[in-house]
């Protein structure tokens, strides 16, 4: 068994709250980026977890000022919180072409760095498809926007890439995002670097400098760049983009990129991690598991029948036209489902393709060619009928047993008739274009050396497109005796294949085209003799290739994802939006397999069969909903006295606003400036602020500070409303373990999941036995009763367990809870307090509440929920949110009582600040508030927990407990 590499950075992030940084972090347009395109959430997120990176390193850590550039101290502070969640390795090995310069820039032990110096680093594992490159240009104004604020160092932004192409992707990008940034992206060549850093000014542009990745050495020659000559004393942000790609040099270049960013940061994104360094620096995950689930791209389905190796010569013809046939035939079947679907409706889905991925193209009996063959034989009538048959019946046992892995992990149905009912002439209608068999016919043209185009001669359409390295092997040996036609072609067929008109629906050649293309086109991946060795990084890459989908134009996700109206028929939807991956030998098929379980292990195997309890379903369970939009409140800031006289005596000088306006335009809206001067003025004319134990001393940070907080309007209570999605966290729990074998974590997963279903049956089984206990005698009903379970206690891995509760009067049931490893259960209850609280509620509940008509309990999830308390926070200048970790509802005659309950909160300073935003919203003069909801008495109650209550202030000691019937008292 492996030890599974954790994203420890995440980890370090989780306990960061976005929303509560001081404004100058938060302050961005995480959303705008050109008049045709904003940013997806988890793309929004990926920024927000780069800010939050950047802010744990250059505030939290050491605050940074512009004459404190010192890195050590924030690299061993940040070592230091890897090693206390067990980072895997401490050192790195050096290659001995790059130690010189390793050991003069850093010095090195034993020909190893220590980690330390490689750790001011974030990456993001975000999938083929999610917008990496919309992110990295984003990002690149966020670092510009830090740098003008004060908060990081003035540092230059070098972008590595190892394609041109993606090159000029990113150039195109910068292209359409500067239609509508005031600040313009100008991309410059590394080797304008010297020169273009003297014309270059931050205030006027944001000057970023790019290369490929694979051209970065410790020598000069034409297109090589010597890093020595460029590495700015290390004062760089290096943004990587898949820098790793293609590149024989791994470990010398990822020390090169780390030297250029020694005394920056270095931020690197790509769709597939193998790095253990990678992985456990990561700050954001959406790779392709979670691309898929969340509805982004088409569903995976890995068939659970090999497919026999076509150059073995211990598989006879008949089984090598069989295997080659189903892929034909699975290939028809998901086309003739697109066109019943287009005949139906408003849908415009892809035209499907078939990609055939072979590892030997040249060879004399290469995996290309043995396939090249059946697939003429099938095209000019040489198969028998029963090897057609024989396919058939195989393909459709298949798909009705099931896959071998899916993701999302849900069972999806196929209307199987459809390949029942399938014959040769529909087979060589739907792929090859033909009503009849015919010879196969070569186009080729002399200017594409790549590919040549494959088509019938009772076609007029090309139907197939081979490209590899070099074709000339193939037009002298395998396509001797075929009718070759030379074309001039201006543009390569493979160049078109996502456009409209393209016929090409089988796709072949080897790992060579599967980087730099995307298409919404794949519906079949066929794998012959994909070596185990790269197996599974080859495969999760060539999958990313091919797994968009757009059910209509401009909208980018499966059908049920999408708010549009357009219903269809289910059965077809799930065969078009599917990726059907056909293996090869079943050991290579376990590496594929694990690397996607790998993947969908780390977003979660989300848990099953958590439900609503049914009396919470009948009952107004009520949440408050808040207000912000009163534009005349004053807002409030935070402010020390000494700042706060100091701005009242320069607004009093300065009359013209003119003069405020050109001289802060910087931090002011661009759309109602003028009105945040007026209402900065009338804030100060009332002096208004809340006192701060910060002195900023100086006028333009204190205008900025005040500028940034001019957002902060106090919240009212709108109204009170019925419970909807607001607690959605228990249906996003999920089981994350560490790499064990496939059949072990499924054979967890379903206990996990079959525990869940007895504990979720507890009052049925409970109310069916008291029907029938007349009838059973004593002896046999206390034998029945002690057979139902409430709690189920299972091992997960090491000394981690989960425990499955049934909870008198929980919102839902089950309850989990999880002790050990809390990363190994996401969004359970896993901090000890919660634990403490769960249990204590377990034994006390049904005796606290006898006396009320009815009681639910729910927990709040912070990072999914919306139940929460607004506060001033003046540390970050925002209304921040509270998230108690508990709701009661708790009902007697018209008496209505919400009771908020946090266990692990603090009887200190941010306590307080909690306790008086609870008090101005619910409470007046020291006594809860009566709000009506139809004939009800609502009000509102607070519950800390302290183990000593004697350490509380005066006027905040009502608000804490120390045993659980303390919270009805």
Known sequence: MTEEKRMILREILQSIDFETLPPNWTQHDLLSFSPAKSLWFHQREALKHAIMTLWKYYENIDDYVPENEVTDIRKLAMLSEYAKRGVSQTKVKVPKKIRDIVRDVYGIENGSLSLVHLINRVSFWMATGSGKTLVIVKLMQILWELMKRGEIPKNDILVLVHRDDLIEQIMRAVREFNTICPTKIIMRDLRQYPGMKRQMSLEEIIPVYYYRSDNLDIEQKVKIVDIMRYENDGKWYVILDEAHKGDTKDSIRKLLYSIMGRNGFLFNFSATFVDDLDLETCAYEFNLARFIEKGHGKQIYVMSQETIMLTKEKYTEFEKQVAVLKSLLMLAFVSICR??????????????????????????????????????????????????????????????????????NIKTTFDLSIIQKMDIPQLLHTVFHSKT??????????????????????????????????????????????????????????????????????????????????????????????????????????????????????????????????TADQYLVNAIETLF??????????????????????VGNKIEGISINEIAHKKPLLIPVYSSTNKDALPIISLSPNDFKMLQAFLGSASDDRLLLMRYAQYLSTTDAINQLTKLRKWVEHSQHRPSDRNYGDLDSIMRHVILGLDNVPHTLKELKELDVEIDHFNKIAVHLKRIDLDMLHQKVMEISDAILEISSYPKRISELQKKAETLSPEKFLEQMGKIRKSITIPLQGSSIIEIHYVDYSYYYPVLIAQGNPNLLSHAIDVESEINFIRSFISYATTIFKDFDWVIMSRIDEKVDKVFIPY??????????????????????????????????????????????????????????????KNYNVRFYLKLMTPDKNRVLSPYKKYWYSQIYEIVE
């Open 339 to 408: 066109n019943r679907l287009l005949e139906q409706g408003s849908l415009s889905y892809h035209l499907p393709l078939n990609m055939v991925l072979v590892d030997k193209v040249n060879t004399r009996d290469a995996d290309l060619k043995i396939f090249f063959r059946i697939l003429s034989a099938v095209c000019t009538g040489k198969i028998e009928t029963g090897t057609f048959s024989k396919a058939k019946a195989d393909l459709i046992r298949e798909l009705r047993n099931g896959a071998s892995l899916t993701i999302p």
């Open 872 to 933: 001033f926070n003046p540390k970050s200048n925002k209304i921040n949110r509270f998230f108690p970790d508990f709701i009661l509802w708790a009902v007697k005659g018209n008496d209505y009582s919400v009771i908020l309950v946090d266990p692990k909160s603090t009887e200190y300073v941010d306590g307080y600040r909690k306790i008086e935003g609870f008090q101005k919203m619910f409470e007046s003069n020291g006594s809860p508030k009566t709000f009506q909801y």
């Open 437 to 566: 068999h015919g010879e196969i016919e070569v186009i080729y043209s002399k200017k594409r050396k790549q590919e040549i185009t494959l088509k019938l001669k009772t076609s007029t359409k090309p139907f197939g497109l081979i490209r590899i390295g070099d074709i000339s092997k193939w037009l002298k040996e395998e396509l001797h005796g075929y009718a070759i036609q030379e074309r001039f072609l201006d543009r390569g067929v493979f160049e078109t294949l996502n456009e409209n008109n393209s016929s090409i629906t089988i796709l072949m050649g080897s790992r060579s085209f599967y980087e730099g293309w995307d298409s919404n086109r794949p519906n079949v991946i066929t794998l012959i003799g994909i070596g185990s060795r790269n197996a599974g990084k080859f495969v999760l890459q060539s999958i990313g290739r091919g797994i968009r989908i757009e059910p209509i134009p401009h909208h980018k996700k499966r059908l049920k994802f999408l708010e549009i109206g357009v």
């Open 581 to 602: 991956v056909i293996g090869t030998k079943k050991k290579d098929l376990k590496i594929i397999l694990l690397e996607l379980e790998r993947e969908k292990n780390i």
